[in-house]
């Protein structure tokens, strides 16, 4: 028993990771072989992964890199290209949109649009999102490359720039093929993407709790909207093949002040109430079993190199961000950074420049290294200057 309950904390913990968030340049060990970290709730889905956005650490997962069918979850990909399109005035929220029969005639979930009847950018932005239509993506698809195949092409050439390396499309809607398919860690960077790189699209449209569009009004099918008060998003899906899927995201200010948002993909649940209630059980995870400690404040000295030939005689190293991590409930005490420098710097030096690394161990586990920045241009000496370094630098030899 002992055994089997080893086995199933390696199956579900994930890698504790801050690759994902903050653009730190995080390097880790996995969480599955470390003893510090709280396992995870049983989650009965395909695959899941919870993300902390706040700090960028990927707290738990499970078959996060199996290719699986998203169903609906495709469309947060057709909503991605639409607000791209937006940001580039490509299109405009009030740029009416002709309705083909292709789009009319979409099969599964719909708004109900129809030939003839104006609808536009916005309105079929709020019935991909809220109303999950099929219609509505085909005409967003159609919109902007000409027809759905053309559209499924720049979807997978975007899905290559976000570093989505496991993901296929061959449609905006999700309606089920074989050569469709993607995972629950690329559900996770696109759906990071469309709250970061979107945030005004994002709380717009995505809280939004139901919609009505020629006269029929239809709930979003995100659950967690109404149980979860922090829950502001995002999609769901759902087909036989596929299972039901959920992505969602909550965000709670902690008692420190810190405002911390929470990821979660679940994908492949069994029913509509199953996948609301292991994507709850991802975030009450996440939330109660860490907290979330503030190391180093952005821009602050946590030590100083020396550096030859210099304007100046040494530069200041830390990190253009607040440095922060989650750690278990009650071990923030055992935490520790460990300053590792790079050897012997020589001017010039411009801001930015990594010139070592933060080492941080808890309860003597290594967890994680940030690199270490330099916080000031260092400019090259005058030539006396250069001179009496270099005559040092011969010395030291």
């Known amino acids: ?66 290719r699986l069918d998203p169903a609906s979850l495709t469309k947060l990909m057709t909503a991605y290209m639409a607000f791209a399109a937006l940001e580039s005035k490509q299109i405009r929220l009030d740029q009416q949109v002709p309705v083909s029969p292709f789009a009319w005639k979409a099969e599964g979930s719909r708004m109900f649009i129809e030939p003839n009847k104006p609808v536009t950018v916005e309105e079929l932005l709020y019935g991909v999102i809220v109303q999950s239509g099929n219609d509505a993506s085909r005409a967003i698809a159609e919109l902007l490359a000409g027809d759905e195949n053309n559209f499924a092409t720049l979807m997978n050439q975007q899905a290559k720039r976000l570093g989505l390396t496991d993901t296929n499309f061959k449609n905006a809607t999700g309606l089920p093929d074989p050569q469709h398919y993607t995972t629950a860690r690329d559900l996770g960077i696109l759906a990071k993407r469309i709250i970061m790189d979107f945030p005004e699209y994002y709380k717009k449209m995505y809280s939004t709790k139901e919609y009505t569009y020629n006269g029929i009004r239809q709930p979003n099918r995100n659950r967690l909207l109404w149980i979860d008060p922090s829950v502001d998003g995002m999609k769901t899906g759902h087909t036989e093949s596929a299972g039901y899927c959920l992505v969602s995201s909550a965000n709670r200010t902690l008692p420190n002040g810190v405002d911390r948002r929470l990821l979660s993909v679940v994908m492949g649940t069994t029913s509509d109430q199953a996948r609301t209630q292991e994507s709850l059980k991802l975030m009450n995870y996440g939330y109660q079993m860490f907290e979330t400690v503030k190391l180093y404040s952005a821009k602050q000295a946590i030590s100083t190199s020396d550096v030859y030939k210099g304007q100046a005689k040494d530069v200041k190293l830390g990190v253009n961000k607040d440095l922060l991590i989650n750690v278990p409930r009650g071990m923030a005490k055992q935490l520790k950074a460990t300053v590792e420098k790079k050897g012997t710097l020589v001017a010039p030096i411009p801001a930015g420049t990594e010139l070592g690394s933060l080492k941080l161990t808890l309860n003597g586990e290594t967890i994680g290294t940030v690199p270490l920045l330099a916080l000031s241009t260092v400019e090259e000496a005058g030539f006396f200057g250069r001179m009496v370094d270099s005559a040092k630098l011969w010395l030291e030899e």
């Open 1 to 66: 028993m002992f055994n089997s309950g080893i086995s199933r904390f390696k199956r579900h913990v994930g890698q504790l990771s801050l690759i994902l968030g903050l653009g730190l340049g995080v390097a880790t060990q996995s969480a599955a072989q470390s003893s510090v970290m709280p396992p995870p709730p049983e989650i009965g889905a395909k695959g899941y992964m919870l993300l902390d956005l706040t700090t960028g650490q990927t707290l738990a997962e499970f078959n996060s890199r199996e």
